[in-house]
């Protein structure tokens, strides 16, 4: 990561899709001084045990956010309108106010997150949909 953010300076806020989030990924960031928002697997380790549980349960449009002790990391989950899932998305900047778009109410980091991987994001669900991965 230092060879790969080395240019970036700080102050930054890098966002990245599940693959990335770690809990160490995080703690890297803020020693240096870097914002992260990024979705996670709910099973994946250090984050908070409630959410690895299969005992929350959020209705349509619902979300609940966890901060961590020391009020640098937090976490949320929603229940994303399309899909009809849960969507786990941390963040250290802490943004745990709601905005109202066209008329639903989301998490404010839900709603950056939407913004800033629109593009990364659209392309994987386009090749989800079409299969072009399976032309020969």
């Not at 970036?8 to 995080?26: E, K, P, Q, S």
């Not at 908070?48 to 209705?59: A, G, V, Y």
């Not at 449009?61 to 849960?86: G, I, T, Y």
Request: charge should be positive.
């Amino acid at each position: 990561m230092d060879t790969l953010l080395k240019p970036v300076g700080n102050g930054y806020h890098i966002f990245a899709d599940r693959w990335y989030t770690t809990m160490n990924l995080l703690e890297y960031l803020i020693s240096k001084k870097q914002y992260f928002t990024g979705t996670f697997q709910a099973n994946r380790v250090g984050f908070p045990e409630e959410i690895r549980s299969k005992q929350l349960q959020l209705n349509y449009m619902e979300h609940k956010f966890w901060l961590s002790e020391d009020l640098r990391k937090m976490c949320v989950a929603w229940r994303d309108k399309k899909a009809n899932k849960l969507v786990y998305v941390t963040s250290t900047k802490g943004e745990t106010e709601t905005v109202t778009i066209k008329g639903k109410e989301k998490p404010a980091v839900i709603h950056s997150y939407n913004l800033s991987m629109n593009g990364c994001d659209r392309a994987d669900q386009m090749v989800g949909y079409y299969g072009l991965h399976t032309r020969k």
